[in-house]
């Protein structure tokens, strides 16, 4: 078998929900042999709500799923089950590609999703949620209370640098993203 792997259309929102509902059907109609994998690719994303710091997952193509398939032999009974199958599923769309033919992602493609789904979940990413020039508050340190203007952004670091006028003068703060609010 030559497993390749797809993009299918689906629901914005709930991705999850159908994907479930999808591998249900697959086991339901018996085979899962000919599509093991249906899966939401996304990525681990730390971000500040509310003064506390939470992980969320990012879905990376939002409205689509990847399936890993053998769908090479189309006129096959059992392909044409599969495919049944995936298109009975209630928000589940087509495979994307040319009318409703299912086109291989490639191998670099798919290895760069893949790469960047894992590398997500030991270190992840860091949502910051401001722009170089928005207005901030610094609501911790010896600053506290001061407001500010965002001169730098470091997200891998998860820093801000933020100007901050101190005796009339314009002074950098180097600061941890989750000590300054949005003004």
Same mark, same amino acid.
């Given at each position: 078998?030559?497993?390749?792997?797809? @993009?299918?259309?689906? %629901?914005?929102?709930?991705?999850?929900?159908?994907?479930?509902?999808?591998?249900?059907?697959?086991?339901?109609?018996?085979?899962?042999?000919?599509?093991? %994998?249906?899966?939401? #690719? @996304?990525?681990?994303?730390?971000?500040?709500?509310? /003064?506390?710091?939470?992980?969320?997952?990012?879905?990376?193509? *939002?409205?689509?799923?990847? +399936? %890993?398939?053998?769908?090479?032999?189309?006129?096959?009974? &059992?392909? $044409?089950?599969?495919?049944?199958?995936?298109?009975?599923?209630?928000?589940?769309?087509?495979?994307?590609?040319?009318?409703?033919? #299912?086109?291989?992602?490639?191998?670099?493609?798919?290895?760069?999703?893949?790469?960047?789904?894992?590398?997500?979940?030991? &270190? *992840? %990413?860091?949502?910051?949620?401001?722009?170089?020039?928005?207005?901030?508050? $610094?609501?911790?340190? *010896?600053?506290?209370?001061?407001?500010?203007?965002?001169?730098?952004?470091?997200?891998?670091? /998860?820093?801000?640098? +933020?100007?901050?006028?101190?005796?009339?003068? *314009?002074?950098?703060?180097?600061?941890?993203?989750?000590? +300054?609010?949005?003004?």
């Amino acid at each position: 078998m030559a497993f390749k792997w797809y @993009f299918i259309r689906c %629901q914005s929102g709930r991705e999850k929900r159908i994907r479930d509902n999808a591998l249900t059907r697959l086991g339901i109609a018996g085979v899962t042999d000919i599509v093991p %994998q249906v899966m939401v #690719p @996304f990525e681990l994303v730390t971000d500040m709500k509310g /003064g506390k710091k939470r992980t969320l997952e990012k879905k990376l193509y *939002p409205g689509y799923l990847m +399936v %890993q398939a053998d769908l090479e032999e189309a006129d096959e009974k &059992r392909t $044409i089950t599969a495919r049944t199958a995936l298109r009975s599923v209630d928000g589940l769309r087509d495979f994307l590609g040319s009318r409703g033919e #299912p086109t291989a992602i490639s191998e670099e493609e798919v290895t760069t999703i893949l790469s960047r789904m894992t590398e997500s979940e030991s &270190r *992840p %990413q860091v949502s910051i949620g401001l722009d170089k020039g928005d207005r901030v508050k $610094i609501n911790t340190g *010896p600053f506290d209370g001061f407001d500010g203007v965002v001169d730098d952004i470091n997200a891998d670091k /998860g820093t801000v640098r +933020v100007v901050v006028t101190i005796f009339g003068r *314009p002074t950098p703060v180097d600061l941890k993203y989750w000590e +300054v609010e949005s003004v």
